[in-house]
């Protein structure tokens, strides 16, 4: 997600300063909400987000195909 569309701006780094990397809805207090979920997971959820918001499927794929290359899954 884009941090400048996040509400909150960010998620919260464990000091309670905004992170400049997670969003609000992922990253809370310098840990992520959900610590278990795997790249593959978090594409089915945005797909299933942006198609709720009123994107086109095709664009909801497109725009999750990044996610196993974030920097969170990078090492994994």
Known sequence: ??????????GSNADG????MYCSYCYENGNFKQPDIT??????????????MGFPGF???????????LE???NK
Do not use: H, T
Request: overall charge positive; charged content about 30%.
């Open 17 to 20: 300063s905004n992170s400049q």
């Open 59 to 69: 664009l909801a794929g497109f725009f999750a195909k990044g996610i196993p290359r």
């Open 39 to 52: 790249a593959e997971q978090m594409q089915v959820f945005v797909k299933g987000k942006m198609k709720e």
């Open 72 to 74: 969170r899954w990078k």
């Open 1 to 10: 997600m884009p941090l400048k569309k996040d509400p909150k701006g960010g």
